[in-house]
């Protein structure tokens, strides 16, 4: 199929399609891939030019395997050859805003697989018994960062491991970069690449009828004398589209230049018109009499915005950090000048996205986190692009954003910051290669958007980054997957610097206003660890932690309290069970490890000392637990109310609340005590309340490990 097919489909007096105007060779192609026809390729990969279509040619396509929007397509009036049969809708995973991981979880999730790990969603596909088929718009849109090179990793982890199995139809979208390395991944045969801009594939004709529809005042164009006359309308549509050489892009800034500003405009004068994206910027500033330059530097800070948009209000102040000079009379005078190349977004329309069509926003910032502000982007990615490519210096550009942001968070108290800075300050100094530098404050961890912050830290090389950054890198995956309020992120990330011993760091996060549910007293990093208890040393029978000079005995002295944890035998300082007889060789091979309770340090000391806190103790106490694989609940013994969440990335295999609520818990990693620091309600004067439902662990696992 060829270009060929454009004369053809007209010839034979078939309508264009009515949203892509044009592309009959690439949607017969589309439509042969989508019928399975003898001969069609498994995968195709659909590319071009910035600006050259693509996304629209998707949406178009898209139109015609939806059975929804079929019926309202007048499909008896298209060439038959276009028109897939009537079948289900295939998966259409949004890229656009998210990471590789997001869009492969987002499949797994569309086609109800069952697999826990990534690594397992390939196979799970390739077992199905029938098909699947996928089409991928918008790779160049994919990731929350747009220095993270997401657009690579999307299709280094998730389309080439896609096409390679046999059972998947595959459409994706990619830059022309990458279109080549997705191809080649499969034998011969089994993939195509459809570029809009080659020969074959190009469709004048179709740009063309895009520039008149554009300037036809019965689609909404106003009356001007070169949209209300035919002779006039039909001449300047192809001098536009010739001009574009192919470039949608360029002929809708060229248009929407025309239409806002039509002073002074000669239909018949060629050099009026644009031969690309630049170059329509550059025209629309000199037929309004001002500097390109200064219409470029207007647009510079939504060229090297993030996510959505540039909240209004940022706008102006960028403009003058970026122009180092003060913008502002430009920048109001200038609204005419900016129009044709902004977009207004609607941040409530923006958080929509959960369906994957093809024009959603972006996932991973947290819902309404724009506070129904208004935001604005430029009308395309490839005009950003062109922006970019005009700054004499991006880094330095990046550099003077992010200090213009970084001293607009009032106080420097991250709960009153712009969301645009809370959540994109990272990727602006990660462009600016300053990104490391700004990792230092709990704050920022703790209330970022925490899939946009670890994308950016992941493209910063791991020996770049300080103790905190790597604490929070480890704990990032916690906060994206639990979906947790900035106070819960602030409670994990507190217990992760005690882990990494970075104990200011977690002191911090108890000084910004936070709630947070406890404080992590202590943290031993230690493997094998089977259960774990709490309980109590009489004083005389505590040897003191390592150091230490054992605690005078005396009849008033309180009961030391203390953890006990289950090892395997010969781990360093414990000692053996003693058996039900009292003999050590019926314990088994487990051993005993005494620490202190409430601060860091073992005790050495005789286990058989531990005593246990009676069930009165426990049932008197105002918290109590329930737990899972990988979670733990604490809740108020009166009133059921939990008042804490505890989720681990790694299995639990131990867990006890003592009387006086502190958590001890054990994971693969070692073993943790956090204080609880919520306020219990009080107590009824009566029977302590029950509890209602049914716990997974309850109180302590004991001495004799966990049999929850």
């Known amino acids: 199929m060829s270009a060929s097919a454009e004369e053809n489909s007209a010839a034979a007096g078939y309508a264009p399609h009515p949203y892509v105007g044009g592309r009959t060779a690439v949607l017969r192609a589309l439509s042969a891939w989508r019928m399975r026809w003898p001969g069609a390729p498994r995968v195709i990969v659909l590319t071009g030019d910035p600006g050259s279509g693509r996304s629209r040619l998707v949406t178009g396509f898209l139109m015609l395997c939806d059975p929804g929007y079929r019926k309202q397509l007048p499909l008896g009036d298209l060439d038959p050859a276009t028109v897939p049969p009537d079948l289900p809708a295939p998966a259409v995973p949004n890229p656009a805003g998210r990471t590789a991981a997001q869009l492969l979880w987002l499949l797994a999730d569309h086609f109800g697989l069952s697999a826990s790990r990534s690594e397992d969603i390939f196979p799970e596909l390739a077992a199905r018994e029938e098909p699947v088929t996928i089409v991928v718009p918008d790779v160049d849109r994919a990731g929350p960062v747009r220095a993270a090179q997401e657009p690579a990793r999307l299709v280094r982890e998730v389309l080439k491991p896609l096409a390679a199995t046999e059972s998947v139809q595959l459409v994706a979208d990619v830059p022309r970069e990458l279109a080549a390395e997705l191809a080649e991944s499969l034998p011969p045969g089994q993939a195509q690449i459809i570029d809009l801009d080659a020969p074959e594939w190009a469709d004048p004709e179709g740009l063309v009828l895009h520039a008149a529809t554009a300037l036809d005042p019965d689609a909404g164009a106003p009356d001007l004398p070169f949209t209300t006359d035919p ?24 248009v929407q230049s025309l239409l806002m500003q039509p002073e002074g405009f000669d239909p018949a004068d060629e050099t009026l018109l644009p031969g690309g994206i630049g170059a329509a910027v550059d025209l629309h500033a000199r037929r309004l009499g001002a500097d390109p330059q200064t ?60 369906d994957g069509d093809a024009d959603d926003a972006a996932a991973g910032s947290e819902a309404g986190a724009e506070g129904g502000r208004t935001l604005l982007r430029l009308a395309h990615p490839a005009l950003a692009e062109e922006i970019r490519a005009g700054l004499p210096d991006v880094r ?126 202590w943290s031993v990093p230690l493997a094998g660890v089977r259960a774990v208890t709490t309980g109590s040393l009489p004083q005389d029978g505590a040897e003191g932690a390592a150091g230490e000079a054992p605690a005078p005995a005396s009849a008033t002295t309180a009961p030391r309290p203390v953890a006990a944890f289950v090892v395997p035998e010969g781990t360093p300082g414990s000692r053996t069970v003693p058996g039900p007889g009292g003999d050590a060789s019926e314990a088994g091979d487990s051993a005993l490890l005494v620490h202190d309770l409430l601060r860091p340090g073992f005790v050495d000391a005789d286990p058989a000392q531990v005593q246990l806190p009676s069930d009165e103790a426990r049932a008197a106490a105002p918290f ?16 059921q109310e939990v008042v804490a969440a505890l989720l681990s990335d790694t299995p639990l295999t131990g867990a006890d609340l003592s009387p006086d609520g502190v958590l001890v818990v054990a994971t693969a990693r070692g073993v943790t005590a956090r204080q609880i620091l919520a306020a219990a309600p009080p107590a009824a004067p009566t029977v302590p309340a029950q509890r209602t439902g049914a716990a997974d662990s309850d109180a302590s696992d004991g001495l004799e490990g966990d049999h929850s």
């Open 231 to 254: 002779a006039v309308r039909r001449p300047l549509a192809e001098a536009l589209a010739r001009r574009a050489d192919g470039n949608r892009l360029t002929v809708q800034l060229a």
């Open 295 to 354: 219409l470029r530097l207007l647009l510079a800070p939504l060229a090297l915005a993030e996510g959505e948009g540039l909240p209004v209000a940022l706008w102006g102040a960028l403009v003058n950090a970026v122009a180092e000079r003060d913008m502002s009379q430009e920048l109001a005078d200038g609204m005419l000048l900016t129009a044709p190349f902004l977009q207004v977004v609607d941040p409530a329309d923006a958080d929509e996205d959960a």
């Open 624 to 639: 109590g637990f329930s737990r899972g694989a990988d979670y733990l609940r604490v809740w108020a013994r009166t009133g």
């Open 396 to 521: 330095d550009a990046q550099t003077r954003i992010a200090m213009e942001l970084l001293e607009a968070v009032p106080q420097q108290d991250w709960s009153r910051a712009d969301p645009y800075v809370r959540d994109h300050l990272a990727a602006h100094t990660l462009d600016a290669g300053l990104l490391p530098q700004l990792l230092t404050d709990p704050g920022l961890f703790a209330h970022a958007d925490p899939v946009t912050l670890r994308a950016a830290i992941e493209a910063v090389p791991l020996e770049q980054l300080g103790a905190p950054a790597r604490t929070y890198l480890r704990t990032a995956p916690l906060l994206t997957r639990s979906q947790a309020p900035a106070g819960m992120r602030a409670a994990f990330l507190e217990t992760a610097f005690v882990e990494d011993g970075l104990l200011p760091y977690a002191e911090a996060l108890h000084t910004l206003g936070f709630a947070l549910p406890w404080r992590t007293l």
